[in-house]
C-alpha cells in the first residue's frame, strides 16, 4: 500500500529561455525528486517538453488553454486546490505547472513559496537584466526560505548581484544564512547528482 502523506514538495525556480541545460537539471533532479514528493514551476517554454501532460495537450486540441492559466486571486486559489499531491500506482507523485500572466506570476510564486518544503533555483546565466528572478531572490529572503534552497550557479551567474539582493531583502532582524551555492560549470552528470544530494540530504536526511 502506498502511504498518503504529501511528501516533500520541491519548488524549481530558474533562469528562463537555457532549454537544453534547463532539461538536463530537470531530468536529473526533479524527476528523480518525484519519488520523494510532488514538484511544482511556474510553466515555460523551457521546460514543456517535460512537463507537458494528456490534460493540456487536450486543453491545446480544444482552443481552451486559457482555462489552464491562472487569471488572478480567486482563480489561484482554485488553481491550488487542484494541486495533487497523492501518489500514483507507479509510486511518484506528479508535476504541477502554473501557466501565468505578467500580473499573476508573482502572485503564484508567493503562494507556491508557503507551499514548498525545499526550493531548487537555477540561476546560471543571471544578472541584472533577469528581474524575475531579482523578484524571486527578494520573496526567498522576505519569506525566510534562503535556508531551504540550492542555487545552482556556474560561470556567468552574478554572484554578487545574488548576495547583494538577498541582504538587502530579509527581515531587519533575521540573520542571512549561508547561501547552498552548487557549481554546474559542464556536461558532467556527476555535478548534477551533487545538487540533487544537497537538495534530498538537507529536507529528507
Not at 71 to 88: F, N, V, Y
Not at 113 to 125: C, F, K, N, P, T
Not at 159 to 166: A, D, I, Y
Request: glycine residues 8%; charged residues 30%.
Amino acid at each position: 500500500p502506498l502511504p498518503h502523506d504529501p511528501g516533500v514538495r520541491l519548488l524549481v525556480l530558474r533562469v528562463f529561455g537555457f532549454r537544453g541545460r534547463a532539461e538536463k537539471l530537470f531530468d536529473s533532479v526533479a524527476q528523480r525528486w518525484r519519488f520523494r514528493g510532488g514538484v511544482a514551476l511556474i510553466a515555460g517554454t523551457d521546460l514543456a517538453a517535460r512537463t507537458i501532460d494528456p490534460d493540456d495537450t487536450l486543453d491545446f486540441l480544444a482552443g481552451d488553454l486559457r482555462s489552464r492559466f491562472v487569471q488572478g486571486p480567486h482563480d489561484l486559489e482554485a488553481h491550488l486546490k487542484l494541486m495533487d499531491e497523492s501518489r500514483d500506482p507507479d509510486g511518484r507523485f506528479r508535476i504541477t505547472e502554473f501557466f501565468c500572466h505578467e500580473n499573476t506570476w508573482s502572485d503564484t510564486l508567493s503562494a507556491l513559496l508557503g507551499r514548498s518544503d525545499a526550493i531548487l533555483m537555477d540561476l546560471r546565466g543571471f544578472s541584472e537584466r533577469n528581474s524575475g528572478c531579482i523578484f524571486e531572490l527578494h520573496q526567498l529572503a522576505a519569506q525566510q526560505r534562503l535556508v531551504d534552497t540550492v542555487f545552482v550557479v556556474d560561470a556567468s551567474t552574478d554572484v554578487k548581484l545574488l548576495e547583494s539582493t538577498v541582504g538587502a531583502s530579509g527581515p531587519e532582524t533575521a540573520p542571512i544564512p549561508r547561501l547552498r551555492l552548487e557549481k554546474v560549470e559542464s556536461e558532467a552528470a556527476a555535478e548534477r547528482e551533487r545538487v540533487y544530494r544537497s537538495l534530498s540530504l538537507e529536507k529528507i536526511g
